[in-house]
């Protein structure tokens, strides 16, 4: 039995039905900000996916994939959505790993097999730090550094669930640290670590610099990089 002192995502649940949440806008599910005792939580939930998500994902994944000779580990549109209690489960797992080993992602203080309940991070990502010209050599070291010690944490402890499988700038946010979220992403079992590790990287800094429909990031960040 939970301790009424943890939130949970019953409490979280409530709060949205009674219309006292913040809503926050999401192409894979539905997000709110809730506040229980004082203290803002984020609701990630994944009760629906956005069709239109699904297909740009699925487009996106053929074209780096074709571009990028033998990047198949990642799960594709329809196998990944009717894995959506896996999803929940992978990424739970990981923030449970990363909270375990000092990586400083959300706490996790609760999951079910439709959402999570998490700790919200109060800071900027890191793609609006470059677009919004804020981006300096402090922030890029602190990414580069931490990005290097989940790597080096992952390999050392021989656990492909503290990789950040989906690295992205819209996944990290500075709040004085480079902090990882959404890992969530769920890919191939059959893959080994290092290969893991090495697909996840490559696929991290060839949409840094593609162009689109690959690259993910508005001009601004691609020159930046």
């Known amino acids: 039995m939970k301790s009424k002192m943890v939130p949970t995502l019953e409490q979280a649940r409530r709060i949205i039905s009674q219309g006292d949440s913040k809503p926050l806008g999401s192409n894979h599910g539905l997000m709110h900000i809730v506040d229980i005792n004082g203290k803002p939580l984020l609701y990630k939930g994944y009760e629906e996916v956005i069709v239109k998500c699904k297909l740009q994902r699925a487009i996106f ?50 999951y079910d097999d439709s959402a999570l309940l998490i700790e919200v991070i109060d800071g900027p990502s890191y793609e609006s730090l470059v677009e919004s010209g ?6 890029h070291r602190l990414l580069l550094d931490q990005i290097s010690n989940i790597r080096q944490i992952a390999l050392d402890k021989e656990e492909p669930r503290l990789l950040h499988n989906d690295l992205t700038l819209y996944n990290f946010l500075y709040d004085g640290r480079a902090v990882p979220i959404d890992p969530g992403l769920v890919y191939r079992q059959n893959i080994g670590l290092r290969d893991l590790d090495a697909y996840i990287n490559l696929t991290f800094c060839y949409t840094l610099v593609a162009p689109p429909p690959i690259g993910k990031y508005r001009p601004q960040t691609r020159e930046t990089f």
């Open 134 to 139: 804020e981006y300096s050599e402090t922030h």
């Open 61 to 110: 994944l053929h074209l780096l994939e074709k571009r990028v000779g033998g990047l198949e580990f990642r799960l594709r549109f329809p196998e990944r959505t009717k894995k959506r209690g896996e999803i929940i489960e992978l990424e739970s797992d990981v923030l449970k790993r990363w909270n375990s080993t000092g990586i400083p992602g959300p706490i996790l203080y609760d």
